[in-house]
T-cell receptor
Framework: DTAVSQTPKYLVTQMGNDKSIKCEQNLGHDTMYWYKQDSKKFLKIMFSYNNKELIINETVPNRFSPKSPDKAHLNLHINSLELGDSAVYFC????????????FGQGTRLTVV | RKEVEQDPGPFNVPEGATVAFNCTYSNSASQSFFWYRQDCRKEPKLLMSVYSSGNEDGRFTAQLNRASQYISLLIRDSKLSDSATYLCAVNIPTGGFKTIFGAGTRLFVKA
């Protein structure tokens, strides 16, 4: 009964391809995030959505396009993949408000070859 | 300057040792503070929230110093199972809230 689930868990693809990662949360949270964790293990926020509306876009290349069809889902589409996009991408959710922690999905390990 | 900074370590300690991690944040508007634990190839999970008055959960004690803008985590009587990366995190109001993480401190507890 996973709280935040993302698919796929692993993704290996060639440069130039377009790929999507899906995320769903069943916690009833109103805010969802995408984070990127690179090879140095630094966890960096990319996007935040609140009730399907984009509220944070952290200087991410426009090849990355998040989409939130409803507040329980936040998908990430990546166009024209580059070697530097290889990382682990984590989806997370939380309640909007100062005291609420983030719950993470298991991560998607993306390798671009 | 990074918004949240931590000593990356690694910290290598024997079982039973006490170890302390510090974390500094740059945004004085930060409103909530957390410690997360991340095991190898796993997602981060909340270890504990950090309250202004300080708080304790078993062997773990968290402190917040707003004036100096740092938070700390103390682990007493370290266990082998405490080996992990510890990430500090702060919530910053930006129209909504965003949770910003430090780079993490790697802990190895040895038998």
């Amino acid at each position: 009964d996973t709280a935040v689930s993302q698919t796929p868990k692993y993704l290996v693809t060639q440069m130039g391809n377009d790929k999507s990662i899906k995320c769903e949360q069943n916690l009833g949270h109103d805010t969802m995030y995408w984070y990127k964790q690179d090879s140095k293990k630094f966890l960096k926020i990319m996007f935040s959505y609140n009730n399907k509306e984009l509220i944070i876009n952290e200087t991410v290349p426009n090849r990355f396009s998040p989409k939130s069809p409803d507040k329980a889902h936040l998908n990430l589409h990546i166009n024209s993949l580059e070697l530097g996009d290889s990382a682990v991408y984590f989806c997370a959710s939380s309640q909007l408000g100062q005291g609420y922690e983030a719950f993470f999905g298991q991560g998607t390990r993306l390798t671009v070859v | 300057r990074k918004e949240v900074e931590q000593d990356p370590g690694p910290f290598n300690v024997p079982e039973g040792a006490t170890v302390a991690f510090n974390c500094t944040y740059s945004n004085s508007a930060s409103q909530s503070f957390f410690w997360y634990r991340q095991d190898c190839r796993k997602e981060p999970k909340l270890l504990m929230s950090v309250y202004s008055s300080g708080n304790e959960d078993g062997r773990f004690t968290a402190q917040l110093n707003r004036a100096s803008q740092y938070i700390s985590l103390l682990i007493r009587d370290s266990k082998l199972s405490d080996s992990a990366t510890y990430l500090c995190a702060v919530n910053i109001p930006t129209g909504g809230f965003k949770t910003i993480f430090g780079a993490g401190t790697r802990l190895f507890v040895k038998a």
